[in-house]
């Protein structure tokens, strides 16, 4: 990395009257081998001009703060030199230095925000054909080219595609992909990626001390994570702290500027998360916000804190880490493998859902203590696939027993002592019939499954046999297997039949016609046999019908035939196979019903 020379626009310290440039202009890059985190951008430049394929028309995408606008600047340099082209400007000739200031009248810069309109363009298209003053090209910087519209794109077309030999173009966008396909044709694309974490810290490092400060490695590191890849957001960073702390630049001057917790308080607060303290977690909280931090603030570094502890849990190395200091590794370590990856997923859903509900609600510190306490309560999410293992094993566990602390991932949990003597027993097939009578179905009302265990131990449920009989308590045990608007509507069954063993019929009245379409929608009815089947244990045709109710012996004749409201005609409309066949393609409902008219029109 080459040394750090302010730009020649301002001394560091402007003299009174004199305006002050700031950090990020002063320390500006001037020449290819300066660009930080863009060396494959340096390189093909660099080539390019010294083998003489210098485009016509390049396009620089990336992030901001990554080296764009610069390096447009170091190729117009590089261009129009006086010792060139060449790939290292000398940066004294009045025309570098007038790029460099941005006042060389053969380098227009153009922001596309502000210059976005087909007037605009239309004079550009004039003035290319105009030779350049002194130099060799007339270079076109339009910055946020993105923001042109789409007629100032089609204006800008034909004079792109075959300018003026003495004209290059040389567009910047942080959004690439709003520029038309025709415009992305005509250009060279360089994509900026964003700046490692410690490229931004050693370019820190190098400025204090050429600004003549002290500045702790850790205050820097953080101010480097801060930025997220951009260099000119963490050199605006670092000119508030040459403000705030003009002697020393401390880590608690960057945590009390930013608002941010530091990294021992994060550890603590962490730990009272994976101890379940969820009471030791809300006086940890209430300590930061005391000390000026935001509870979004405070939220948004835990969610990067536990980023890195899912990184730890899946066995990827701390150079890996990205928002813990490299003293805070042991730690993340420990908290990921102690929660495990199930609860570390978890808690970061929790994490990110409370985010977003901070940046619309008023109540950040309840919002902050909500997510901290579901976190502490949340149940070893690990042990579950050890209880399922269990499961399988055909030996359910006794009640009150439950897996004990610190079972691993994989590992059955040990049984009590009378289901571990149960377990070891010689495997007996019942070959008894299945009775799912009233006395069997329980309280829950949900038919048992029985189970037959062989040799290996593992449980294969046996097939019930349907009939009228438990049709009804079977139908209502599937529902309750399932969740969402579908049971809803399926609970509104008149009576549920089977007139086979492998076929369950489920009536509804006709006033509940939309209930039954709902049932029959494929994604619905898939979902209703899947859980019929888990439990009778086999597969099941089922079928749905209206049931019409005809009137008993004796009964008077019926009334006559009433006005159907609107809400029974669009019940009844809802049944159509048009109407249906509509629903699914569009997933729509149907809103009215719109009779049609009875008058025809007379024959001409």
């Known amino acids: 990395m080459a040394d750090v020379v302010a730009n020649a ?29 863009q060396e494959h951008v340096a390189q093909a430049l ?38 060139g082209p060449t790939a290292v400007p ?17 380098v227009l810069e153009i922001d596309g925000a502000s210059n976005r309109g087909i007037d605009e363009i239309r004079q550009l298209r004039q003035n290319v054909n105009v030779r350049p003053s002194r130099a060799r090209f007339k270079i076109y910087i339009i910055d946020e080219v993105h923001m042109l519209t789409r007629e100032a794109f089609n204006a800008l077309l034909k004079t792109l595609e075959e300018p003026p030999e003495h004209v290059k173009f040389i567009f910047c966008t942080t959004e690439a992909t709003k520029i038309p396909i025709t415009i ?5 694309r360089f994509d900026f990626a964003g700046i490692q974490t410690g490229s931004i810290a050693q370019r820190l490092q190098q400025i204090v001390a050429a600004e003549g400060v002290e500045a702790d490695s850790d205050a820097l590191e953080v101010i480097a994570r801060r ?67 935001e509870p979004s603030q405070f939220i948004e570094q835990l969610f990067g804190y536990f980023r890195d502890c899912m990184a730890a849990a899946i066995d990827c190395p701390p150079e890996t880490f990205l928002y813990v200091s490299p003293s805070g590794r042991p730690a993340v370590i420990d908290a990921g493998k102690r929660l495990g990856l199930a609860t570390v997923l978890a808690v970061m859903q929790i994490l990110d859902q409370s985010l977003n509900r901070l940046r619309y609600s008023t109540q ?79 309280a829950t009302g949900v038919p048992p499954v029985r189970a037959e265990r062989g040799q290996d131990g593992r449980g294969t449920p046996s097939a019930v046999a349907l009939s009228d009989e438990n049709a009804t308590e079977i139908w209502t045990a599937s529902l309750s297997r399932l969740s969402g608007m579908v049971v809803d509507q399926a609970k509104s069954f008149e009576r549920a039949s089977a007139p086979e063993s492998s076929r369950l019929v489920i009536s509804f009245k006709p006033v509940y016609a939309f209930a039954k379409s709902v049932c029959e929608r494929p994604e619905n009815l898939g979902r209703l046999q899947k859980a019929l089947a888990e439990v009778v244990g086999q597969p099941v045709r089922l079928e749905f019908r209206l049931h019409e109710v005809e009137p008993a ?43 049609p008219s009875d008058r025809q029109t007379p024959p001409q």
Not at 53 to 70: D, E, I, Q
Not at 232 to 247: I, M, T, V
Not at 566 to 594: C, I, N, T, Y
């Open 46 to 83: 660099s080539n390019a001009i010294a083998t003489h394929r210098v485009g016509h028309a390049y396009l620089f995408t990336g992030a901001r703060g990554v080296g764009k606008t610069s390096s447009a600047r170091i190729l117009a340099k590089a261009l129009n030199c006086v010792t």
């Open 90 to 106: 000398c940066n004294q000739c009045d025309i570098c230095q007038g790029i460099s200031s941005g006042e060389d009248v053969d």
């Open 227 to 293: 930025a997220a890849g951009s260099m000119r957001d963490s050199q605006s960073l670092l000119e508030q702290l040459l403000a705030f702390a003009p002697g020393r630049i401390t880590l608690d001057d960057v945590h009390g500027m930013l608002g941010t917790a530091g990294d021992q308080r994060l550890t603590a607060m962490v730990g009272h998360l994976v101890g379940r303290d969820a009471a030791a977690a809300l006086a940890e909280l209430d300590g930061a916000l005391h000390e000026g931090v």
């Open 364 to 442: 950040g510190r309840i919002v902050a203590e909500l997510a901290l306490v579901r976190i502490c309560h949340l149940e070893e999410l690990d042990d579950l696939p050890a209880l399922i293992a269990q499961l399988q094993s055909g030996v359910p566990a006794a009640p009150g027993v439950a897996l004990r602390p610190g079972v691993v991932a994989g590992q059955t949990a040990p049984l009590p002592a009378a289901a571990a003597k149960k377990k070891h027993e010689p495997a007996v097939k019942s070959t008894e019939a299945t009775d799912l009578g009233a006395t069997e179905l329980g």
């Open 9 to 37: 626009e301002s001394p560091s310290t402007a003299p009174r009257g004199e305006q002050y440039v700031v950090v990020a202009r002063r320390y500006r890059p001037q020449t290819f081998t300066e660009l930080i985190g």
């Open 553 to 595: 012996a004796g009964d008077a004749p019926a009334a006559p035939a009433r006005t159907v409201s609107p809400h029974q005609r669009l019940l009844e409309v809802a049944k159509h196979p048009l109407v249906l066949r509509a629903s699914e393609l569009f997933g729509a409902q149907p809103l009215r019903v719109d009779e």
């Open 184 to 188: 992305l044709s005509r250009c060279q």
